[in-house]
T-cell receptor, first 113, second 113 residues
Framework: DTGVSQDPRHKITKRGQNVTFRCDPI?????LYWYRQTLGQGPEFLTY????????KSRLLSDRFSAERPKGSFSTLEIQRTEQGDSAMYLC???????????FGDGTRLSIL | AQSVTQPDIHITVSEGASLELRCNYS??????LFWYVQSPGQGLQLLLK??????LVQGIKGFEAEFKRSQSSFNLRKPSVHWSDAAEYFC???????????FGKGTKLSVIP
């Protein structure tokens, strides 16, 4: 069990560019979550997968945000046409079945120039 | 709607002193409750969780929390703080869909040597 892994740890990009982040959950976990955390705030839920099915995406911040989990293992979060307000820490979490607590990765910090 | 309030934005304690971080929640039923800790630039680590049963919950790193239904509180305590406990602490409850977490804004803990 190597924990939840996120890549990259840091991403610096110019406004208007597209970015993609990757999350590898704990191997036996079938549920995967994406959160966004801005400075001075707690994490804010974005979207949720159970296996390869995206069961909740209404909380994605705009249509510029999308997420996939094509084979029910790793997931990607893409932000198109980045804006200054997208600067934040993007966290991934995973959990197994039932009411198990979520395990978080170390996040990807996005900075928009 | 589910919500979490952490009234204290920043707390400073001396090393060796006791600690209590406050958390109040709003939830329609008996909640699951969590405390997470986040060191700078890192993800969230689970300290402890309450699902049911004994209202005094023991966690990692010498932390404990007590669920008080009558006060809608789940305060985190530690009898003797160590310098390595300096971090940000988040209380969380399940969100509207029960699968995601709703976090408080966090309490930043500073420890004076």
């Amino acid at each position: 069990d190597t924990g939840v892994s996120q890549d990259p740890r840091h991403k610096i990009t110019k406004r208007g560019q597209n970015v993609t982040f990757r999350c590898d959950p704990i191997s036996e976990h079938n549920r995967l979550y994406w959160y966004r955390q801005t400075l001075g705030q707690g994490p804010e839920f974005l979207t949720y997968f159970q296996n390869e099915a995206q069961l909740e995406k209404s909380r994605l911040l705009s249509d510029r945000f999308s997420a996939e989990r094509p084979k029910g293992s790793f997931s990607t979060l893409e932000i198109q046409r980045t804006e200054q307000g997208d600067s934040a820490m993007y966290l991934c979490a995973s959990t197994g079945t039932g009411n198990q607590p979520q395990h978080f990765g170390d996040g990807t910090r996005l900075s928009i120039l | 709607a589910q919500s979490v309030t952490q009234p204290d934005i920043h707390i400073t304690v001396s090393e060796g002193a006791s600690l209590e971080l406050r958390c109040n929640y709003s939830y329609g039923a008996t909640p699951y409750l969590f405390w997470y800790v986040q060191s700078p630039g890192q993800g969230l680590q689970l300290l402890l969780k309450y699902f049911s049963g004994d209202t005094l919950v023991q966690g990692i790193k010498g932390f404990e929390a007590e669920f008080k239904r009558s006060q809608s509180s789940f305060n985190l305590r530690k009898p003797s703080v160590h310098w390595s406990d300096a971090a940000e602490y988040f209380c969380a409850v399940p969100g509207a869909g029960s699968y995601q977490l709703t976090f408080g804004k966090g309490t930043k803990l500073s420890v004076i040597p």
